[in-house]
T-cell receptor
Framework: EAGVAQSPRYKIIEKRQSVAFWCNPI?????LYWYQQILGQGPKLLIQ????????DSQLPKDRFSAERLKGVDSTLKIQPAKLEDSAVYLC?????????????FGPGTRLTVT | AQSVAQPEDQVNVAEGNPLTVKCTYS??????LFWYVQYPNRGLQFLLK??????LVKGSYGFEAEFNKSQTSFHLKKPSALVSDSALYFC?????????????FGKGTRLHILP
């Protein structure tokens, strides 16, 4: 089966600019996650969708970050405006309802550099 | 609050020797524990999980992990290391008792297998 797809793989922007990331989960996976992985740290959950509804966005900086999953499949994560501390790898993951959150499949990530 | 600690930033092991990557956790109630591996420029890959049952859990690529409730540990082990095992390893914990519970990742341990 195809894995989780993400694009772009790399992005360099200046601070105060906007950026958007795209994720396509594994077919049939109802749950989609966006993580932020800062260098030297483990992934931190930003937002979790169940189909097209938000389950958890408690760690999403809502003044600058937004995410949507309109049709319950693809998702986009946007940062507007970006700050230097947003430099990180943004990982998308998905899981099936059968396996639950215990077995997540991750995409390759988008490495964001804010200068 | 749940948390997970990986006390070693890096572990060096000679090829063919046994390896151990340490992980300790803190969670109220019974934990769900996981190990993920991250190869360069790739997303995290699920290795194994402990939910309940035998304390010794076997996973992908010959890895196993031992759940020790009294020591609140979940160390990752492999009897004979391969150079290809060199990667970044993340331990994770999930409590799942509250609605806002989420999988918490450790900061990661870089495993370096010496040829």
């Amino acid at each position: 089966e195809a894995g989780v797809a993400q694009s772009p793989r790399y992005k360099i922007i200046e601070k105060r600019q906007s950026v958007a990331f795209w994720c396509n989960p594994i077919s049939g996976h109802a749950t989609l996650y966006w993580y932020q992985q800062i260098l030297g740290q483990g992934p931190k959950l930003l937002i979790q969708f169940q189909n097209n509804g938000v389950v958890d966005d408690s760690q999403l900086p809502k003044d600058r970050f937004s995410a949507e999953r309109l049709k319950g499949v693809d998702s986009t994560l946007k940062i507007q405006p970006a700050k230097l501390e947003d430099s990180a790898v943004y990982l998308c993951a998905s899981s099936s309802e059968l396996a639950g959150p215990y077995e997540q499949y991750f995409g390759p990530g988008t490495r964001l550099t804010v200068t | 609050a749940q948390s997970v600690a990986q006390p070693e930033d890096q572990v060096n092991v000679a090829e063919g020797n046994p390896l151990t990557v340490k992980c300790t956790y803190s969670v109220s109630g019974n934990p769900y524990l996981f190990w993920y591996v991250q190869y360069p420029n790739r997303g995290l890959q699920f290795l194994l999980k402990y939910i309940t049952g035998d304390n010794l859990v076997k996973g992908s690529y010959g890895f196993e992990a031992e759940f020790n409730k009294s020591q609140t540990s979940f160390h990752l082990k492999k009897p004979s290391a391969l150079v290809s095992d060199s990667a970044l390893y993340f331990c994770a914990v999930y409590a799942g008792f509250n609605r806002d519970d989420k999988i918490i990742f450790g900061k990661g341990t870089r495993l370096h297998i010496l040829p």
